[in-house]
């Protein structure tokens, strides 16, 4: 899930808008894309299991979430950052974790509370960003945001080894499900007080720019 806090967006501004025009098919472009479009496939795995469906999703969700930690290193690097880059990256991210946390829940593999508070904390960020935004101010990602991108990403991923080994896939015959499960829940419990705290974070880091003042940073 990276997210809506990396250095992607706080590099996009001027340089992106004067750039050349936008393109879908460039290489970051086209891997945002593969994000999204990796999200049902991951969601089918789950919802529609059979046995190996669990490590199958593990790793096409893997992949997906590699590309949302290379896509804007490459954008920056091959001069191909563009409003409609930085908008498919922030995009793909949310509807990737999105997608995979709702399929989790509907298959009890997650709590619908964690589930519920992660995505919660993506929509209130999302509007401090976008009212820091309309004042021309750039709130970049401080640690916690960044932990708990790392932490839910990592937790997502040891819960599908979990489903997998849970429903007679490869997993199972080596003896991985009576811990793959509980640590991976204990990850996303991790990612989730992140969550809380760093979107608190940004509520404060808000409040000055609410009260027609400069704001400061998340922390």
Known sequence: MAEAERSRTAAAPASANAARPARLTTLPN???????????VVMALLLYPFPGAGLLAFVVFG???LTDFVDGKLARARGEVSPLGVFLDLTADKVLVAGVLI???GVSLLSTWIAALLLIRELVVQGVRQLAASADVVMPARAWGKGKTF????GMGLLLLAFDAANAGPLASIGLAGWLYPLGLGTMVVATVLSVGSGLGYIRAALPLLMGREPGSPT
Do not use: C, E, F, Y
């Open 30 to 40: 086209m891997l945002g894309l593969a994000r999204i479009a990796a999200t049902p």
């Open 63 to 65: 992949a997906a979430a």
């Open 103 to 105: 399929a989790m829940v």
């Open 151 to 154: 932490a839910t990403l990592v």
